[in-house]
């Protein structure tokens, strides 16, 4: 029956070949959207490395620093017999500064939190440019400490990590990644292991090769990676709480985040400013993975607000992309039922019964929709693999893993019930007296 | 005849419920669409202001203890050196902030009454020619300015348009914006961010103030002839390292930092339009071929109109209105909708960019339901009469 059912389907498509044509044109092209999409998702949101702990993360990309003043405020009364003067007080913010944090700053104060299990610091102010036979080549530079290591689990090809001992003794050794490696030596393979490369006015060793992360985001933007004493002196030298510094740190359990995150809160809300000219007040931002994400694109500080005004536009926008070819096949459905009524009628005749012409119905649109769903994948892998050769999304590449293939499948299987069922539901309930007249 | 349409269309409110949800929901999707296009063409249309192809930015470190003296005689001969280059144009030095660099500056302070905000640009003398930036009134500050009273100051046309709309001229008023300044100059339409960045307040300062604090320009702007930067790049790289006597020193092309920074309203700009196109395509097939069937299923009618003296024309026109009749109730709801969002100020967008995306909205779903209507109603209005009747 099986069988019957896909050659009846596949019967009927070539019957009406506009139709068909429409209706795939509908589909394949609605799919390969949300392929893509999918596909995006997982590249900046996925699980994948470095982020693969990123249910235990918390982001301190910055810390605010504000001044406020009291104003007096002076209130005469004209109109009052004698002179009548008050005075307000107003408390005002008169100088805000946000930025990243200091290298005394974030080892004094962010490695003795009780919630915290590893603590990542990273400067990502520097580049490092540089001429090899006449040809360019600009590194995004990172100053990282070990535990950047354990927070953020980069997929490391060839070699090793850099660890405790080159933090302590500024060692001059470097990771570098797979697009960096290729750039310099020409291949990413381990003989590019303990080999030389001079950046700036130094020579590194090179300890290990990483993947190139598939998103882009200022945790781990970076092409070549130092050992953090190995910045710039005066940003290890600095007073100020302000630096070039991020941290992020990882919690034991993800239920730990908001206990950490509070604890961030307090810190910054009772840090000393004594010490810090100017400003009186210090505030330290913390976000959770998701949240950060929101925070970066909206700039909107507040992390969980930032989450809402992100995701439910998108959400919304993307309901209503999808609804609409949806729409449209439903409509073409159901106009084409009654193209059909003689053979339902025909069958209903012959005993088949309401159920019987519904699950024939939604079988042959789900064939239609697999067939789309083909013509959609091979249309969003060429599309991907256009993207990705040609860098069109900066630094992010989409991903094409088992698991977005997944939940395409999942996608194209509801895509086909949804827009079947209401028409194979009118088909199914066609009297049979009316379709045979 | 009007409410005999009506009439037909309400007797058939099943089939054209679908209908009516897909136009609704296109011209939903629609009017978001160009109204987010229309704002942001609408800022794009505003120019830039200055120079940028054929240009480089660099960033370079000097030694902190350098004493000012000793910075500005640096900068003197590393232009120049530079200028002495056969491929470079024109150099300047500017402050922290560097055109599409994404970082901002911004200073709001009260002037004689008024709160004044404006955006900050660090640049030298030299920076007017440079990057070939257009003046309206006055003139870039030079040399001999710098050693007035006032320490000279170039605001952009926004700043007179949007604080002194009806002065003749700023040029050589005195004002306390982060200290007291002399207006100089005030140059045509100018912003920095990108190129769909707002038209906002701007105001120039010299290096002077910031030497003092210790924080001298450290970026320049470069301007060589066409098609040099693959071979002056690595002399100007060496120039600086030597004179620097530090190896951190980056080179960009500021072309490319501008499409850079054009980017996160660009890429969804283009995602949005191709799809909705794809999506104005679907919905144009799907809405002829159930028309097609649609009024093809109505041959009966149609025969016997014809057959009692209607011309096609007529009959065409009946079916054209019928679809048009149910568009219009669908756009009308939209756009009762859509108004809400200007109305009741939803977005910090101004008002009128929805009001174009209705209209344009309405526009195209109202020219697509006409072709698509039009071309299967004349097919059927063109049957023989007695050929159609035959059949039954």
């Not at chain 1, 002179?83 to 200091?102: C, F, K, L, R």
């Not at chain 1, 003795?112 to 036979?133: M, P, T, V």
């Not at chain 2, 920076?127 to 001999?144: I, K, L, P, Q, S």
């Amino acid at each position: 029956m099986f069988k019957n059912y896909l050659l009846l389907s596949l019967k009927v498509l070539k019957r009406k070949p506009f139709y068909t044509f429409i209706s795939l044109f509908g589909i394949s092209f609605t799919l390969m959207i949300l392929m893509l999409l999918t596909s995006l998702f997982d590249a900046t949101l996925g699980d994948n490395q470095p982020l693969t702990h990123r249910d235990r993360l918390v982001i301190v990309p910055m810390l605010e620093r504000t001044r406020t003043e009291t104003d007096t405020i002076m209130k005469i009364d004209t109109l009052a017999t004698s002179y009548d003067t008050t005075y307000t007080y107003e408390d005002d913010i008169v100088s805000t500064s946000n930025g990243p944090m200091s290298y005394k700053f974030v080892t004094e104060n962010l490695t003795k939190l009780e919630e915290a299990e590893h603590y990542a610091f990273w400067n990502d102010g520097y580049h490092q440019d540089g001429y090899l036979d006449g040809r360019k080549f600009s590194f995004g530079a990172y100053y990282v400490n070990a535990g950047y290591w354990d927070v953020f689990d980069f997929k490391f090809l060839h070699g090793s990590r850099l660890n405790e001992q080159d933090d302590e003794g500024a060692n001059k050794v470097v990771v570098i990644t797979d697009k960096a490696a290729k750039t310099y030596f020409g291949e990413a393979t381990a003989s590019v292991i303990g080999q030389e490369m001079q950046l700036g006015a130094e020579t590194f060793r090179v300890r290990g090769i990483v993947a190139r992360p598939l998103s882009d985001s200022p945790m781990f933007a970076g092409d070549v990676f130092f050992p953090i004493t190995r910045v710039d002196q005066r940003e290890i030298d600095s007073d100020d709480v302000s630096g070039g510094f991020g941290a992020a740190f990882l919690t034991s359990t993800s239920g730990r985040r908001e206990a950490l995150k509070n604890e961030l809160t307090f810190l910054g809300d009772n840090y000393d400013m004594s010490g810090v000219e100017f400003y009186d007040k210090m505030r330290l931002f913390n976000a959770t993975f998701y949240e950060g994400y929101a925070r970066g694109i909206l700039q909107e500080e507040d992390g969980s607000k930032a989450l809402r005004l992100l995701f439910i536009p998108v959400v919304l926008l993307i309901l209503l992309f999808v609804a609409l070819p949806l729409l449209n096949l439903v409509n073409l459905n159901i106009s084409r039922v009654y193209e059909r009524k003689a053979e339902i009628g025909v069958r209903k005749a012959f005993g088949a019964n309401g159920s019987d012409i519904l699950y024939q119905f939604i079988f042959e649109n789900l064939v239609l929709t697999f067939i789309g769903g083909v013509i959609g994948v091979l249309l969003a892998i060429a599309l991907i693999s256009y993207v990705n050769t040609n860098d069109l999304l900066g630094i992010t590449r989409l991903s094409y893993s088992y698991e977005v293939f997944f939940y395409f499948l999942v996608v194209i299987v509801l895509f086909g019930f949804l827009s079947g069922i209401l028409p194979a539901y009118r088909m199914s309930r066609t009297n049979v007296a009316d379709s045979l007249r | 005849m009007f409410r005999h349409l009506l009439k037909l269309m309400w007797n058939k409110r099943r089939a054209n419920s679908m209908i009516f949800l897909e136009i609704l929901l296109a011209f939903v999707v629609l009017f978001g669409v160009f109204a987010f296009v229309f704002y942001n063409m609408d800022r794009y249309r505003s120019p830039l202001g200055f120079n940028y192809e054929q240009t480089i930015g660099i960033r370079m470190d000097f030694d902190d203890e350098l004493d000012s003296l000793a910075v500005i005689e640096l900068q003197n001969r590393i232009h120049r050196e530079m200028i002495a280059m056969p491929n470079v144009e024109a150099a300047s030095f500017i402050g922290p902030v560097n055109p599409f660099g994404g970082n901002t500056w911004q200073t709001g302070t009260e002037v004689n009454g008024q709160q004044i905000r404006t955006q900050m640009l660090f640049a030298d003398y030299r920076f007017g020619e440079t990057a070939e930036v257009t003046m309206t009134d006055g003139h870039w500050f030079t040399e001999d300015d710098m050693k007035g009273k006032y320490i000279p100051t170039v605001v952009n046309a926004e700043f007179k348009r949007r604080y002194f709309p009806d002065v003749e001229s700023i040029v050589d008023s005195v004002f306390d914006i982060n200290g007291e300044h002399i207006v100089v100059g005030v140059t045509g339409d100018f912003k920095y961010k990108s190129n769909f960045a707002e038209n906002f307040p701007l105001t120039f300062y010299p290096q002077m103030e910031r030497l003092g604090e210790g924080d001298p320009y450290e970026m320049m702007v470069v301007r060589l002839r066409p098609n040099t930067m693959a071979e002056t790049e690595e002399d100007i790289f060496n120039l600086l390292v030597d004179n620097t006597k530090n190896t951190e020193v980056v080179i960009w092309s500021m072309a490319k930092d501008r499409n850079k920074a054009n980017r996160p309203v660009m890429i969804p700009m283009v995602i949005l339009l191709v799809i909705s196109g794809f999506l104005l395509i679907n919905i144009a097939l799907g809405l002829f071929g159930v028309l097609f069937t649609q009024i093809n299923r109505r041959r009966a009618e149609i025969g016997l109109r014809k057959a009692m003296g209607a011309t096609s024309g007529q009959v065409t026109l009946q079916f054209v209105l019928e679809i048009l009749i149910v568009t219009v109730m669908a756009l009308l709801l939209g756009a009762f909708f859509a108004v809400q969002v200007p109305l009741l100020e939803l977005t910090p967008i101004p008002g009128k960019f929805f009001y174009y995306g209705i209209l344009a909205a309405v526009t195209i779903i109202a020219v697509i339901v006409l072709l698509c209507s039009f071309l299967p109603s004349r097919q059927a209005a063109g049957m023989h009469p007695a050929n159609v009747l035959h059949e039954e």
